[in-house]
């Protein structure tokens, strides 16, 4: 084994429209159905987009709303969403947060990540989706795709739980 060596690892992955996300009559969460894809784990997308206003002009803007996660079982994880329990800080966080968009009308979308591969050297492979390690590898590769190259101005981003060092590089997002 050569631990001195230098790691080269690539991902690159697409993303599927799997519906949208909507408040019941009671202003539950209402997420599309996922009982299709329950069969193994998924790096996911939540996207909103809510036209505002700008101060002092009669012109309108987009504003980003952004949440990027990884599960073993979307549809457990979306139903941890919509039911958070009392000490479940990351899903109380979304919850809230979905509903208070949603509220503002605010359209919000979910996706799952499709052919998700890495390169390890020179060589592409699909990822084990049952693998929390690959799964999370996915996961922040596209949240530092996002970080890098969008202007996060014009983004509010969700994903506050991430470790320090990446929330010193990046910033704290403001969340509204």
Do not use: C
């Not at 001195?4 to 159905?33: A, C, K, M, Y």
């Not at 809230?96 to 990540?113: D, M, P």
């Not at 390690?133 to 969008?150: G, I, N, P, W």
């Amino acid at each position: 084994m050569n631990f001195d060596g230098i790691v080269n690892v690539s991902v690159r992955l697409s993303w599927q429209f799997v519906g949208d996300i909507t408040l019941d009559h009671e202003g539950n969460l209402n997420f599309p159905p996922t009982g299709h894809l329950a069969d193994r784990g998924h790096v996911y997308r939540l996207t909103g987009r809510r036209s505002i206003k700008l101060q002092g002009s009669h012109d309108q803007q987009s504003r980003w709303w952004l949440y990027i996660g990884q599960t073993r079982n979307i549809q457990t994880r979306m139903n941890k969403y919509r039911n958070p329990g009392p000490g479940q800080a990351t899903n109380l966080r979304v919850n809230n947060a979905l509903r208070r968009e949603l509220e503002q009308r605010t359209q919000v979308a979910l996706f799952i990540a499709r052919d998700i591969e890495i390169k390890i050297g020179s060589q592409w492979t699909g990822i084990d989706t049952d693998s929390t390690v690959q799964r999370t590898l996915a996961e922040s590769a596209a949240l530092t795709h996002y970080y890098k190259t969008e202007n996060l101005l014009d983004v509010d981003s969700l994903n506050k739980g991430l470790d320090d060092s990446v929330d010193r590089e990046f910033k704290d997002i403001p969340w509204p």
